[in-house]
């Protein structure tokens, strides 16, 4: 499975050269690269990160509750336990940063109001 994956995963960098060098450039990673980024990008991104992984430890959940089988339940559990180590790392990690809230991606991760 795991060189199977890796052709993939070798076969659709290649195919998508041109894409994977404008994430490679862009400004964030660049400036990620060479020290220059500012505390605060840096927490804006961890901030909106923890949230985006909270809302999809929810979706798994719900996926884990109706799972079709114990094998779909079992998946979106495992997911779920590393999902939460994820993203405790990184609210701590962005909690040591300077800088107040950045609610940015609340909209698209709370449920719509009806």
């Given at each position: 499975?795991?060189?199977?994956t890796q052709a993939?995963?070798?076969?659709?960098?290649?195919?998508?050269?041109?894409?994977?060098?404008?994430?490679?450039?862009?400004?964030?990673?660049?400036?990620?690269?060479?020290?220059?980024?500012?505390?605060?990008?840096?927490?804006?991104?961890?901030?909106?990160?923890?949230?985006?992984?909270?809302?999809?430890?929810?979706?798994?959940?719900?996926?884990?509750?109706?799972?079709?089988?114990?094998?779909?339940?079992?998946?979106?559990?495992?997911?779920?336990?590393?999902?939460?180590?994820?993203?405790?790392?990184?609210?701590?990690?962005?909690?040591?940063?300077?800088?107040?809230?950045?609610?940015?991606?609340?909209?698209?991760?709370?449920?719509?109001?009806?």
């Open positions: 499975m795991a060189v199977e993939l995963s070798t076969e659709m960098r290649g195919n998508n050269q041109d894409i994977w060098g404008q994430i490679d450039n862009h400004p964030f990673l660049a400036e990620l690269k060479d020290g220059t980024l500012a505390d605060s990008k840096l927490k804006y991104y961890f901030t909106q990160n923890v949230m985006y992984i909270d809302a999809a430890i929810q979706f798994l959940a719900i996926g884990a509750a109706k799972a079709p089988d114990s094998d779909a339940r079992n998946f979106c559990v495992e997911l779920i336990g590393i999902a939460n180590e994820e993203v405790e790392k990184q609210r701590n990690f962005a909690a040591n940063l300077p800088g107040g809230e950045v609610p940015t991606c609340l909209l698209y991760t709370s449920p719509s109001p009806r």
